[in-house]
């Protein structure tokens, strides 16, 4: 039977030291209260001291404060120089103030898959030391590169936590490590007497049950926050994630008000499946900017019965053209969080579905996207050099981290990159079914060479996978020539408003690039079923 305790006495569990590991996806499955409490012993006593904490999903909310308006939400809570030494993660970009320690060299830290973070897990579950995959390969997770290595202090002190295996069975590989747990923090909405979880109001699935079991297999302590506990033998069986026979304390949220579901929402049944929405006519139609003709030239790749991905940022329009020519509900879409058809939220909901139609464990999604099983992944475009690698992850001097974008993007059998051409200002309308650049931005995407390497195009390309860059202006493809510039928007000159902003020169076919569909820069469409 797990004990029921304090939050309080729950942070003196956690010794100088520790790793722990957390199941999260922005808000959902984080023990803020735990957290806090964390905190509060660090602040008070300077205990714990130099935690280790992993990590698969971004945590955090983008640095809003929480009601008290005294701290951020998330890990921001172990953000204190002392307090945490060292953050693993697949995305860390949502906590702001471990991204800072990150940058000022004040920790150690390592950026490695979200799907592998998960995997792991399950693989040291099951008394395995780590996990053998082809994700990462050519990257700066490789150890032919940084090895996840994600500042200078790591890279001075660390230890290596990715092998690279040159050849297994005729195959290259990399080997994946994570230190063992000393404690792992769950959040769920419903505890039994004996520890039995059930998720009820939390929208994404996440792994708490590969964290639970590995967190076990380490002889770690599990520890989880719930709103309510039930008598022993009241819970449905089927809804129980998290067995009782791993589960050590629970802790009973004394504020269940102040839990988050997303970055942004407290609670919305919509995206648990508890009641289904009306989202016919649901999402007003985009006006007509450069972000409505690359989300339409985008949709023109989807077809009838694929089942597509969408990241975050500009991807999170697409569902929006989609309705609005009619044919949202001839595609599966797809989030990385473990949800399966509806509407992807966008925005601070990022990661929850309008209306799911399966919710199942995050680790088993990443095993769907490794094998190919996605027809199209559609991610915003940041930088890109002239072999079509791209750069998500270190921009400008910001951190963010992958995030599940590796497993997705070096699988899908169609890969597609949109955004705007140049960034920092770019001002730009439409006009007699022309685009017109009124101001061009800052900073080039497409360059000589990326400052980091988040994805390889040519491994996408060995598989026989396809890479798409889509703009305002233009359509390049990768192929195995090269960098092809495709298509060219009504109004734009090719060496001015195209060329003159590469840090490459891309191939141009004989006879020049096609234009872009006319249809895309008019009001209103309706060709887009053309397409399906």
């Known amino acids: 039977m797990a004990k029921i305790i304090t939050v309080k006495e729950a942070a003196e569990l956690v010794q100088d030291g520790a790793v722990i590991g957390s199941a999260v996806q922005g808000m959902t499955g984080w023990p803020e209260e735990i957290g806090l409490a964390i905190e509060n012993r660090f602040m008070e006593t300077g205990h714990p001291s130099g935690i280790t904490h992993i990590h698969g999903a971004g945590q955090g909310d983008f640095g809003r404060m929480s009601e008290d308006g005294k701290t951020c939400r998330g890990e921001c809570a ?39 973070v998960g995997q792991i897990w399950r693989e040291m579950g099951r008394g395995f030391p780590g996990l053998l995959t ?11 590169y940084d090895g996840a290595m994600i500042n200078e202090k790591t890279k001075k002190e660390g230890k290596q936590i990715v092998t690279y295996i040159p050849d297994f069975l005729g195959e290259e590989y990399l080997f994946y490590t994570l230190p ?19 998720y009820e109001k939390e929208c994404m699935p996440c792994e708490p049950l590969d964290l639970a079991m590995a967190a076990k ?133 990022f990661g929850a579905h309008y209306n799911p139609v399966a919710m199942y464990p995050q680790t088993d999604h990443f095993s769907f996207f490794d094998q190919g099983g996605l027809d199209v992944a559609v991610f915003g475009l940041s930088e890109v050099d002239r ?5 998500t992850t270190f921009l400008n001097g910001r951190i963010a981290g992958v995030g599940g974008f590796p497993n997705i993007s070096a699988n899908a059998r169609h890969s597609i990159f949109v955004g705007s051409f140049t960034a920092g200002g770019l001002k730009c309308h439409i006009e007699d079914g022309k685009m017109c650049i009124d101001q061009e931005g800052r900073f080039d995407k497409f360059v000589e060479s990326c400052a980091q390497l988040s994805f390889n195009a040519q491994q996408c390309l060995a598989k026989g996978n396809r890479v798409t860059f889509i703009t305002e202006r233009c359509v390049i493809k ?5 960098m092809v510039l495709a298509e060219v928007a009504p109004g734009i000159d090719i060496q001015t408003q195209i060329l003159d902003h590469m840090g490459f020169k891309p191939i141009i076919p004989e006879g020049g690039p096609a234009l872009m569909d006319a249809g895309l820069f008019s009001e209103t469409w309706g060709r887009l079923g053309d397409h399906f």
Do not use: W
């Open 217 to 349: 297999a380490a002889g770690a302590v599990v520890i989880a926050q719930v709103e309510r506990v039930a008598a022993t033998g009241t819970l449905d069986p089927r809804n129980v994630k998290v067995p009782g026979i791993l589960v050590d304390y629970i802790c009973v949220a004394e504020h269940p008000d102040r839990m988050m579901q997303t970055h942004i929402t407290h609670f919305n049944p919509a995206f648990t499946g508890e009641i289904r929405i009306p989202m016919k006519n649901s999402a007003a139609p985009l006006p007509l900017d450069d972000k409505k003709v690359f989300t339409r030239r985008t949709a023109m790749e989807i077809h009838g019965g694929d089942k597509c991905n969408l990241g975050i940022g500009m991807p999170g329009l697409v569902p929006n053209v989609l309705m609005e020519e009619g044919v949202d509900s001839q595609v599966t879409l797809i989030s990385e969080s473990g949800l399966i058809g509806g509407i992807p939220a966008p925005g601070g909901d």
């Open 387 to 391: 072999d079509g690698n791209v750069n």
């Open 134 to 144: 082809k994700v990462g390969l050519g990257t700066f997770m490789d150890p032919r």
């Open 478 to 482: 990768r192929t195995a020539q090269g």
């Open 180 to 198: 063992k747990l000393t404690v792992a923090l769950l959040r769920a909405t419903t505890a039994d007497e004996d520890g039995n979880l059930t």
């Open 78 to 116: 172990l953000a204190h120089d002392g307090l945490l030494s060292c953050s693993i993660h697949g995305h860390v970009g949502c906590s702001f103030k471990v991204t800072k320690q990150i940058v000022d060299n004040k920790i150690l830290a390592y950026n490695i898959p979200l799907g592998v």
